[in-house]
């Protein structure tokens, strides 16, 4: 389910988790009337101070979560879309080292250089976005290529120093890139926000049931549904129609090759 999400347009993602979560709710609260306070209202007042207190409580407890958790995975976008703009400027400056050497080697090595930006951009970024994250080997047996390039030129320590830690950069803002990718909001955030949307939805049953009350616990549960897919958008920087793109990458090494 969450990988058809991720390749869903933002819009859908929004209206379809907004309106799962309203019609639930509504769902669950008349069933929970019905079944459960309407037969034990001689046992229990459902409007006593107890019900309220445990109905805020659930509330409260999904605000908490959903803020924590949207501060974080915005967090997350805001620094791998960070590193990637970095990684481009990275590119960049390889790309220019690399011109300033021997033609020869310069030729042959910035078009390792190109291809490697060329299989990130069409290979590595769709990999990244999967549920399940992956790097691309090729371009790791490109950089493998392109290190080996860098020991065959016949120049300084100090300028082979220099081009080493160009790439290692490179190495650098790779894993950067994986680490962001992998960083998504756990399971069992899903499991202990459901049970408390589930708790909150049955305590809505209190109330005596019509349009109007249902109407309030849609418009309620609604907005909890785009909260969380506000989440689901932005769990996975690179997937999706709001996630990061590669351009910086692609637009660093266009000056100069």
Known sequence: MWNQLGQASDLVVLTLLASIAAVMAVVVAELAHRFLFVRRLDEVDPHSKQFEVVHGSLLAFIAFMLAISVAEVRSNFGVADDAVSREGMHVASFARDIGEQDAVWAGETLALLRR?????????????????????PEAQTLLDRLRGKLRDL????????????????????????????????????????GGFLVGAMVMNGRYRQTFFTRTLVGVHFGAIGLSVALIVILDAPFRGETSIAPAPLVEALKRFV
């Open 154 to 193: 016949k120049v300084s320590d100090v300028t082979r120093s220099a081009l080493f830690a160009r790439h290692d950069a490179l190495e650098l803002d790779r894993a950067i890139r994986f680490e962001h990718a992998t960083r998504s909001i756990p399971r069992v955030f899903w499991l202990l926000i």
């Open 116 to 136: 490697y930006v060329e299989v990130v951009t069409t290979d590595e970024w769709p990999r990244l976005g999967a549920v399940e994250p992956r790097l691309s």
